[in-house]
């Protein structure tokens, strides 16, 4: 090994000193944003927190139809007919109206994998904003918050599917979240 070589190792070495640093950053930037594109689950105390009504509601009516949502792309869109049982947040209704992406209209049927499809007579604690994008902006109509984490579906013994949290422990996480935005 001549002494050519010893310099350049020693270059080298301190070459990659220095860019092993840029190199773990731009890792750790690929690999946050790509978590972040799956999503993440939201906690109650946040989806409370940022959902403007929070009901407990029965689906009484579907009904699907062509729309265009909030990035111009026309698909099937349901409304949802909902009678409230209980308002944990916002101005008390005894029925709202929420759109869901996805139905069955024409013979196509749409499902989004991130959402929930909703029958008559399903119970649920629905985090709800009023609808921003589409042709039926600004008309009343909500949607749910966060998009499928915007809806926890209840079954018969007053929990949420698929989870062992009571409809009790969903009422009180979200009165605690509520009574914190109001200090």
Same mark, same amino acid.
């Given at each position: 090994?001549?002494?050519?070589?010893?310099?350049?190792? /020693?270059?080298?070495? /301190?070459?990659?000193?220095?860019?092993?640093?840029?190199v773990?950053?731009?890792?750790?930037?690929?690999?946050?944003?790509?978590? $972040?594109?799956?999503?993440?689950?939201?906690p109650?105390?946040? !989806? &409370?927190?940022?959902?403007?009504?929070?009901?407990?509601?029965?689906?009484?009516?579907?009904?699907?139809?062509?729309?265009?949502?909030?990035y111009?792309?026309?698909?099937?869109?349901?409304?949802l007919?909902?009678?409230?049982?209980?308002?944990?947040?916002?101005? $008390? &209704?005894?029925?709202?109206?929420?759109?869901?992406?996805?139905?069955?209209?024409?013979?196509?049927?749409? %499902?989004?994998?991130?959402? +929930?499809?909703?029958?008559? #007579?399903?119970r $649920?604690?629905?985090?709800?904003?009023?609808?921003?994008?589409?042709?039926?902006?600004?008309?009343?109509?909500y949607? +749910?918050?966060?998009?499928?984490? #915007?809806?926890?579906?209840?079954?018969?013994?007053?929990?949420? %599917?698929?989870?062992?949290?009571?409809? $009790?422990?969903? /009422?009180?996480?979200? !009165?605690? &979240?509520?009574?914190?935005?109001?200090?």
């Amino acid at each position: 090994m001549g002494v050519g070589a010893i310099d350049r190792s /020693r270059f080298a070495w /301190r070459f990659n000193r220095r860019l092993l640093p840029v190199v773990a950053c731009i890792y750790l930037i690929f690999c946050s944003v790509a978590g $972040a594109s799956q999503g993440r689950a939201v906690p109650l105390e946040e !989806r &409370a927190q940022g959902a403007s009504q929070i009901v407990v509601a029965t689906v009484t009516s579907v009904t699907p139809r062509w729309d265009v949502n909030a990035y111009g792309d026309r698909l099937i869109i349901s409304r949802l007919s909902l009678r409230v049982d209980e308002t944990l947040k916002g101005v $008390a &209704a005894a029925a709202v109206s929420m759109d869901l992406e996805g139905g069955t209209l024409d013979g196509l049927t749409l %499902r989004v994998s991130a959402l +929930p499809a909703l029958e008559l #007579g399903e119970r $649920a604690v629905f985090f709800l904003n009023a609808r921003t994008g589409g042709l039926n902006a600004g008309t009343g109509v909500y949607q +749910p918050h966060l998009a499928g984490q #915007g809806i926890l579906e209840l079954d018969d013994a007053e929990s949420v %599917r698929g989870s062992n949290l009571t409809l $009790a422990t969903v /009422r009180a996480i979200v !009165r605690r &979240a509520v009574a914190g935005t109001r200090r």
